[in-house]
């Protein structure tokens, strides 16, 4: 376990970046991770925890959230239209917001509760067709369609591609933000959290560097 270790180095890169105290939110990714490693993290003080599937997340977070108050749930993966509804009643961030549909059913459930989780937009920097995302080239006008139906998303998302350098794709979205009046950036991950910070991220989402390797399971 490592957790005090990467706050150390979060908390020094923010420093470095001349940025204050705690404006960078350290997100545990736990997904796939065993229970008793996180239960670990928990009781060592975390609370803001990334999650990449909607059943994973319901299967495992209600019991811990009765054992220790306090926890924010971000759905950091892919979010399924169909699995919206359960997502927003689990999560208290989605970081995926990548298509019109998935803003319009966002926008319909954000009306009947009276509430939405706090919403980035992920944004598809190296327009790799494998990933979701949107296009660079196509966010202003997607945020205008956003906007339009009553939501305000906070920040951008990205994930450079792998074995790029991420600097380049981490300056582009906090371009993108600034142009666009958007205050968060969740960008770095376990390999490069530090680079993002330098470049403004305020969310960074670590998952080995905290928990270890995760182990997939077989099949």
């Known amino acids: 376990m490592a957790l005090a270790e990467i706050q150390a180095r979060i908390a020094a890169a923010t420093a470095a970046a001349g ?58 993966g892919p979010l399924q239209t169909n699995k919206a509804k359960q997502a927003v009643e689990l999560f208290d961030a989605i970081h995926t917001l990548d298509r019109v549909s998935l803003a319009e059913k966002l926008a319909r459930l954000a ?29 202003d ?26 600097v380049p794709h981490f300056r582009m979205l906090a371009a993108m933000a600034a142009r666009n009046g958007l205050a968060c950036l969740s960008m770095g991950m376990s390999g490069d959290f530090e680079a993002a ?10 998952g080995s560097a905290i928990f270890g390797a995760r182990a997939y399971a077989a099949g």
């Open 19 to 76: 940025r204050p105290p705690g404006s960078v939110t350290l997100i545990a990714v736990s997904k796939v991770q065993p229970a008793d490693r996180v239960a670990q993290v928990l009781q060592q003080g975390q609370r803001v925890f990334g999650e990449n599937y909607v059943q994973e997340a319901a299967g495992k977070w209600p019991a811990w959230r009765a054992q220790f108050p306090g926890v924010e749930l971000h759905m950091i």
């Open 111 to 139: 009306q009947s509760r009276g509430a939405c989780p706090e919403l980035f937009i992920q944004v598809n920097t190296g327009a790799e067709p494998q990933k979701a995302g949107i296009l660079p080239e196509a966010l």
């Open 141 to 166: 006008g997607f945020l205008l369609r956003v906007r339009g139906l009553d939501l305000a998303p906070l920040g951008l998302m990205c994930i450079p591609p792998e074995g790029a350098d991420p």
């Open 197 to 206: 910070i330098a470049e403004g991220a305020t969310h960074v989402r670590v």
